[in-house]
Structure formats: C-alpha cells, structure tokens
C-alpha cells in the first residue's frame, strides 16, 4: 500500500510563504497533483504534473518534487488562501490516492 | 462552461440502497474518464471508484468492492453509482470528478459540488 503523509496543519502570516509537504516512497518518481478545498466547497485543482498549475491558478502556487517529498509552496499567502490541500498521486499497490490533508490557517 | 451536477442522496437505512447520478455538460462527456471521491463528515478526501471514457476499464476502492457498481450512459451525458448494502460508514458527500487520464487514473481537473448520503436508521 502507498502512503501519503502530510502535516494536519500550517499556520503563515499573510504576505508570507506556505510550505505544505507530501511525503511518499520514492514520491519524486511520481507524478503528484495538488488540490485547494474551501469549507463547505468541492476540491479544486491547483497544481498537476508536480508543478504545473491549471488555467485560472494565480502563479503564487507553485509545486516541487523529488525524492520522497513533495512540496505545495503558496506565496504571498492571502487570507483567501485559507483552506485544507491535499496531494494525491496514483499508485497501483494502492486505493487511496489522496493524502491525508493540511489544513492552511491565515494567521 | 464546463459543469457536473451530481444528484441521487438522502437518507437510507443501513442496507439499503440508493442510485447517484453525475450530469455533464459543456464538453464532451464520451472522452474523458470519471471518478467518483467522497468526503464524509470532518474527514479526508476518498476515492471510491473509476470508470474509463468507454467503460472498459474499471476500479474500486477496496471498502467499496462487491457493494458498488459505477456506470455511465456517453448518450445520456451522465455518470452513475449504484450503491448496495450501504453502512453506516458510507455516510458522506459524493463527488464526481472528471478524470484526465486514458485508460488509468490520473488527476481531476473537474468537480461537481456534490450529493450527501446519509445512511442511518
């Protein structure tokens, strides 16, 4: 089975940057994708492909992976940016694609 | 624009059933593969089942195998999930997802804004 392991929660300042990692086995051999849930809302994708970001993504979210993490940076995180993020990678020793969930606070 | 509605929750006492519907529309629904993930109260994001653009590749989440039958009509524009023998722990929103695979799982660049299901005597 493939795990994938992200922090429950992130705290940042506004105008700072968030770092929201997944980690995996040899994740960076894998492609990961990455999804922004607003309370109460369906997920939206905001990174596939490690670090290429779909049509109406700001910039400021960008993606990284190699070895066994990968990495959501938000730049100059805003207080819109607040919400949970999920990676999720498709492996075929396993049925759980998504990882576990960080939740981003906007302090 | 691109759109999915999903429709077909409610509340359902522990083994029984109930059918969930995905509505597609603005692209063309016969290309792309589906997924159906469900979120239940306060927890993570689960998938729960695939289906290739012609149907001929299928997946099931383990918790769900033998109990769930995921199909789709491309005529109709629509996604399905039949659920049996439905839990307790089945209780949550369901969404249908667009998939950008062929053939194998890949990413979901599309979303409905979900159904809940409530399975509770």
């Known amino acids: 089975s493939y795990v994938l392991t992200q922090p429950p929660s992130v705290s940042v300042a506004p105008g700072q940057t968030a770092r929201i990692t997944c980690g995996g086995n040899?994740?960076?051999?894998?492609?990961v994708h990455w999804y922004q849930q607003k309370p109460g809302q369906a997920p939206v994708l905001v990174v596939y492909?490690?670090?290429d970001r779909p049509s109406g993504i700001p910039e400021r979210f960008s993606g990284s992976n190699s070895g066994n993490t990968a990495t959501l940076t938000i730049s100059r995180v805003e207080a819109g940016d607040e919400a949970d993020y999920y990676c999720q990678v498709w492996d075929s020793s396993s049925d759980h694609p998504f990882g576990t969930g960080t939740k981003v606070t906007v302090l | 624009e691109v759109q999915l509605v999903e429709s077909g929750g409610g509340l359902v006492q522990p083994g029984g059933s109930l059918r969930l519907s995905c509505a597609a529309s603005?692209?063309?629904?016969?290309?792309?593969?589906m997924n159906w993930v469900r979120q239940a109260p306060g927890k993570g994001l689960e998938w729960v089942s695939y289906?290739?653009?012609?149907?001929?590749?299928?997946y099931y989440a383990d918790s769900v195998k033998g109990r769930f039958t995921i199909s789709r009509d491309n005529a109709k524009n629509s996604l399905y999930l039949q659920m049996n023998s439905l839990r307790a722990e089945d209780t949550a929103v369901y969404y249908c997802?667009?998939?950008?695979?062929?053939?194998?799982?890949?990413?979901?660049?599309?979303w409905g804004k979900g159904t809940t299901v409530t399975v509770s005597s």
């Open positions: 603005g692209f063309t629904f016969s290309s792309y593969s």
């Open positions: 040899n994740i960076g051999s894998k492609s």
């Open positions: 997802a667009r998939d950008l695979g062929a053939g194998t799982p890949y990413y979901m660049d599309v």
């Open positions: 492909d490690d670090s």
């Open positions: 289906i290739s653009s012609s149907s001929s590749t299928i």
